[in-house]
């Protein structure tokens, strides 16, 4: 996991490179609640933003 304590460009660069474009994850919780997130989504990182945070499209998100 990426050290938080870093600039936002060095978090950027570990999130592109442990989770490439096309990497498959599989969501077993959030930080917060989003509503109609359940756990055990999964999906295909399609990009990175600048918050860092990955762009996901999820297979089986009702």
Known sequence: MPNFRLG????RELLAKRYPVGTRIELESLCNRE??????LRGTVCGHDDQ?????SWDNHV
Do not use: C, H, K, T
């Open 8 to 11: 936002g460009r060095e978090v």
């Open 35 to 40: 509503l109609g997130m359940p756990s055990v």
């Open 52 to 56: 860092p945070a990955l762009l996901m």
